[in-house]
Structures are given as C-alpha cells and as structure tokens.
C-alpha cells in the first residue's frame, strides 16, 4: 500500500472533510493503485502555502483513460474512509485484529464484485482487453478477500 501525498485546494479540501467529494480527477502520474492511502493537504494558493490540514482517504475504485471517456493521461479515483489497521502502538486485541481482517475481506470482496460486473459490461461491448483488465483485477480481489477471511478465522479461533 502506497501513501499518495496531494496539494488540494481549500474548497475541494472542505467538500472531502464534509464527505460531499468522495473522489479525485488526477494526471495518472504515480502508479495509484486501489488500497492506497490518500493524504489530502489543503494548500491555500492566495497564500502559497500548505494550511496544515490534513484528510487521510484510501483508494476504493480507480477510472483510467480506458474507461467510459476519462482524459488520456488522467484518472478518476473514488475514495473513502482509511479501514482502521491494528497498529503496534495502539492495544491490539485478537477480536479487533480479527475484525480488521472481516472488514478487509469484505472490502475485497465487494471490489471483486464491482470489477466483474465493469468485466462483464466490457466483455458485452466487444472490448477484450478493457474486460481482460477488469477480470484480472476481481480475481486478485477475490483472492485477497480469500486471504483475508481465512486469517479472520484464524484469529478467531487463536
């Protein structure tokens, strides 16, 4: 998981703090991924400078120049809350650690799930390699919610 680090604009800075603006347009210029982390800085360009506000959001869905219309060289990511990883410093605690585990799975899972049906709609078009590329990333989504829940179970039973 990469940490994406993005100058953003005082009033798009305030729709994301509000969760009106759960998503970003960016020049695809760094290998964005789903999984990664956000982190917003609200940059006032009057003042030219960081106001040191800061959001966190991680990466739920991404649209590239391939999909539905997006600007060569850019893409749309939709984002939402950063899932809560046990951390050392906090207590971790085998039902919390197991809870981020089902949460992941389902997160996984449901990214599966959105990519299949993108797969699927492709496919219908006759647009092999767009589908191909969907297909490809349900199946590592798939596995990942796999991964994922059997470590919940482990845990669980401890």
Not at 85 to 93: L, S
């Amino acid at each position: 998981m990469t940490r994406h680090e993005l100058k953003t604009w005082p009033k798009y800075f305030a729709a994301v703090r509000s969760g009106q603006k759960r998503f970003e347009i960016r020049r695809n210029d760094r290998e964005f991924k789903v999984g990664d982390i956000l982190v917003l800085r609200e940059f006032d360009p009057e003042d030219d400078a960081y106001t040191g506000q800061v959001e966190e959001r991680q990466i739920t869905f991404l649209l590239s120049e391939e999909d539905y219309g997006v600007i060569h060289g850019f893409v749309a990511i939709g984002f939402g809350e950063v899932a809560p990883h046990p951390d050392a410093a906090a207590e971790v605690t085998a039902d919390s650690l197991a809870q981020w585990h089902e949460t992941a799975a389902s997160n996984a899972a449901l990214r599966a799930q959105e990519a299949r049906k993108v797969s699927e709609s492709y496919a219908k078009s006759n647009m092999s390699v767009a589908s191909d590329r969907h297909g490809a990333v349900a199946d590592l989504a798939a596995t990942e919610a796999g991964f994922h829940a059997a470590a919940a179970r482990i845990v669980r039973k401890g």
